[in-house]
């Protein structure tokens, strides 16, 4: 059962790569280390150099056929970023403008791409 899900997690984290992330070349600017690229639950995870530096986290969320994005970056003094319901074609846009604008742009970058804020209910 355990290597059903290491299958699932490679093909989810393929599947970003191959149709998302390859097919830009706004990734070559992210400082992106190719020795730190991890497949993780759901997806894949990777460090940049940008005006964020840290940890990106892309996870398929299929109940809703979209991803999320976590943005964690090093510096403990910036707030972590979590994109919700992000569609395929949408994951560079909103890596790039969040990695080279800096996450104080957080609301224009959802607004900008559609994205809704996680409301605590």
């Known amino acids: 059962m355990e290597e059903q899900f290491e299958n699932q997690n490679d093909r989810i984290a393929k599947h970003i790569w191959h149709d998302a992330l390859q097919r830009s070349i706004k990734v070559l600017s992210w400082g992106l280390d190719l020795s730190n690229i991890k497949v993780i639950e759901n997806g894949t995870a990777f460090h940049v150099l940008g005006k ?4 990106i986290k ?3 969320q ?8 976590t943005i964690s970056p090093d510096n403990k003094q910036e707030d972590e970023i979590t994109y919700d319901s992000v569609f ?3 994951l560079v846009p909103v890596i790039d403008d969040t990695i080279t604008k800096g996450t104080l742009y957080e609301n224009h970058i959802r607004s900008k791409n559609g994205i809704t804020p996680d409301i605590a209910v």
């Not at 809703?64 to 994005?69: E, G, P």
């Open 52 to 55: 964020v530096i840290g940890w």
């Open 88 to 90: 395929l074609n949408q």
């Open 58 to 60: 892309i996870q398929y």
């Open 62 to 69: 299929q109940s809703i056929n979209r991803f999320k994005i």
